[in-house]
């Protein structure tokens, strides 16, 4: 079973460009998630997706981040315009479903620089 | 609300030896908790999981957690470690409405020969 797909690994940017991140979940998992892993800390959770809905996005600041799932499978993260805080690796995750106790399977991560 | 605290962001240990990482926990529901462990320029990889049956939780590559919910903690443990064992782990805890995920800040594990 293939598992979750990012793209792509690395991306260098100034500050004040744009920039995308694509996630690819596992074939059949409805739920996916974007978290942000600052250097040195946890992943925190951006945004999580139930099929093309959007679940939770409390801590996505909407001012610059957007995210979207169409079709409820693939899903891209954007950020306009970045800043130099917006450095950090994204990680994308997906579930088979929204239970406590599912277990969440990450990508390998999109490395984020801006300089 | 919900959090977590790793204590201790580095922990060395020889190759052979007891490995000991530490997590508590603050949650206002029954918990789900959770090690995940990242090697380098990798996502994360679940170790095991607490989902309200036994505390004492057997995973993967021969780590174990006790939850121990006087104590509100769920420390990872592994008798012998291995070199292959050198990674950073991450506790999470779940717990609430959406049932989010909130990882605590890691400790990396460094195993000496």
């Known amino acids: 079973e293939a598992g979750v797909a990012q793209s792509p690994r690395y991306k260098i940017i100034e500050k004040r460009q744009s920039v995308a991140f694509w996630c690819n979940p596992i074939s059949g998992h409805a739920t996916l998630y974007w978290y942000q892993q600052i250097l040195g800390q946890g992943p925190k959770l951006l945004i999580q997706?139930?099929?093309?809905?959007?679940?939770?996005d409390s801590q996505l600041p909407k001012d610059r981040f957007s995210a979207e799932r169409l079709k409820g499978v693939d899903s891209t993260l954007k950020i306009q315009p970045a800043k130099l805080e917006d450095s950090a690796v994204y990680l994308c995750?997906?579930?088979?479903?929204?239970?406590?106790?599912?277990?969440?399977?990450f990508g390998p991560g999109t490395r984020l620089l801006v300089l | 609300a919900q959090s977590v605290t790793q204590l201790g962001s580095h922990v060395s240990v020889s190759e052979g030896a007891l490995v000991l990482l530490r997590c508590n926990y603050s949650?206002?529901?029954?918990?789900?908790l959770f090690w995940y462990v990242q090697y380098p320029n990798q996502g994360l990889q679940l170790l095991l999981k607490?989902?309200?049956?036994?505390?004492l939780v057997k995973g993967i590559n021969g780590f174990e957690a006790e939850f121990k919910k006087s104590e509100t903690s769920f420390h990872l443990t592994k008798p012998s470690a291995h070199m292959s064992d050198a990674a950073e782990y991450f506790c999470a805890v779940s717990g609430g409405s959406n049932y989010k995920l909130t990882f605590g800040k890691g400790t990396l594990l460094t195993v000496n020969p």
């Open positions: 607490y989902t309200s049956a036994a505390t």
């Open positions: 997706f139930q099929n093309n809905g959007v679940v939770d």
């Open positions: 949650s206002s529901v029954p918990p789900y």
């Open positions: 995750a997906s579930s088979s479903g929204t239970g406590q106790v599912e277990t969440q399977y």
